[in-house]
């Protein structure tokens, strides 16, 4: 059974910074696929970011490029999303998935097997 537990989630003013954190247990996060999508209300689910198995590459939605940046710690089996520059429309629940999924899937929700509980960022203007 694979745990995600993320955090980091608060208040914070538009170009503010955040790093966000997510504690995976019952599966090596270096040797599975993880990834941040974001829920707004009232919106579907979202693919932010995601980082692939073994340094298989990295990649993003258009609409955090240059901004947010997705990395992975083994030693803490953690991963990461570091986020800068944010904008009232980065305000969403946040929350990382683990998937097997081939590459052509990863950004889509459905492809992802566990999540944890979300946390939660607002960007106030």
């Known amino acids: 059974q694979v745990q995600l537990v993320e955090s980091g989630g608060e208040l914070v003013q538009t170009g503010g910074s955040l790093r966000l954190s997510c504690a995976v247990s019952g599966r090596a996060v270096g040797s599975t696929t993880m990834a941040w999508f974001r829920q707004a209300p009232g919106k579907e689910r979202e693919f932010v970011a995601a980082?692939?198995?073994?340094?298989?590459?990295?990649y993003y939605a258009d609409s955090v490029k240059g901004r947010f940046s997705i990395s992975r710690d083994n030693a803490r089996n953690t991963v990461y999303l570091q986020m800068n520059n944010l904008i009232p429309e980065d305000t969403a629940v946040y929350y990382c998935?683990?998937?097997?999924?081939?590459?052509?899937?990863?950004?889509?929700?459905?492809?992802?097997?566990?999540w944890g509980q979300g946390t939660e960022v607002t960007v106030s203007s």
């Open positions: 998935g683990q998937t097997n999924a081939v590459l052509s899937a990863i950004r889509r929700a459905s492809a992802y097997n566990y």
């Open positions: 980082i692939r198995r073994y340094g298989d590459g990295i």
